[in-house]
Antibody, heavy 117, light 107 residues
Framework: EVQLQESGPGLVKPSQSLSLTCSVT????????WGWIRKFPGNKMEWMGY???????SYNPSLKSRISITRDTSKNQFFLQLNSVTTEDTATYYC???????????WGQGASVTVSS | DIQMTQSPASLSASLGETVSIECLAS??????LAWYQQKPGKSPQLLIY???SLQDGVPSRFSGSGSGTQYSLKINSLESEDAATYFC?????????FGGGTKLELK
């Protein structure tokens, strides 16, 4: 059974970078697609982007050049980096798997990140 | 981006009742519509994908329908465990976009 777990700082200062790790067990990240989604206070959700089985990436244009998703296949982990954060980036960040047949069918527990000085 | 308008924002129903939640897309999404359930403090669970395909392990009282720009999730014979927030997701075109969510409360 695939399991995903986010980890990283829960507090980030404005203008700094937010970095999160998604550790995957029970399934190789060299198969399918692996993405990041966030849920803002008030429940709005935003798809942020993904990294594919081959290492290619796709990002939400709303995040422009601030976002980067990378991976370490030897550790079966993938990563989110979001630069130049503001208080509007305060959210719960989820990592998730999706396949060619189904959208996100396995999710991590979520990591709450607050951007505040 | 494709806009997803979900209604109602909240819903109160009794055990055993049937409820429906709607999502309207700003353009044709060709049945590329999924429904999720999320309980407080938990991660979202996929219920329905491709508008009407039931995800493995999901009770058959959940069903999805629709086409074009209009889609709905129906929950038959409500049970106490169905109290949750439900939201739709269009995976037709990047960036994927979500509906605003429906909070279902059981009376």
């Amino acid at each position: 059974e695939v399991q995903l777990q986010e980890s990283g700082p829960g507090l980030v200062k404005p203008s700094q970078s937010l970095s999160l790790t998604c550790s995957v067990t029970g399934y190789s990240i060299t198969s399918n697609y692996w993405g990041w989604i966030r849920k803002f206070p008030g429940n709005k959700m935003e798809w942020m982007g993904y990294i594919s089985y081959s290492g290619s990436t796709s990002y939400n244009p709303s995040l422009k050049s601030r976002i980067s998703i990378t991976r370490d296949t030897s550790k079966n982990q993938f990563f989110l980096q979001l630069n130049s954060v503001t208080t509007e980036d305060t959210a719960t960040y989820y990592c998730a798997r999706y396949t060619i047949a189904t959208p996100m069918d396995a999710w991590g527990q979520g990591a709450s990140v607050t951007v505040s000085s | 981006d494709i806009q997803m308008t979900q209604s109602p924002a909240s819903l109160s129903a009794s055990l055993g009742e049937t409820v429906s939640i709607e999502c309207l897309a700003s353009e044709d999404i060709y049945n590329n519509l999924a429904w999720y359930q999320q309980k407080p403090g938990k991660s979202p669970q996929l219920l329905i994908y491709y508008a009407s395909s039931l995800q493995d392990g999901v009770p058959s009282r959940f069903s999805g329908s629709g086409s074009g720009t209009q889609y709905s999730l129906k929950i038959n014979s409500l049970e106490s465990e169905d109290a949750a927030t439900y939201f739709c997701l269009q995976d037709s075109e990047y960036p994927w976009t979500f509906g605003g969510g429906t909070k279902l409360e059981l009376k």
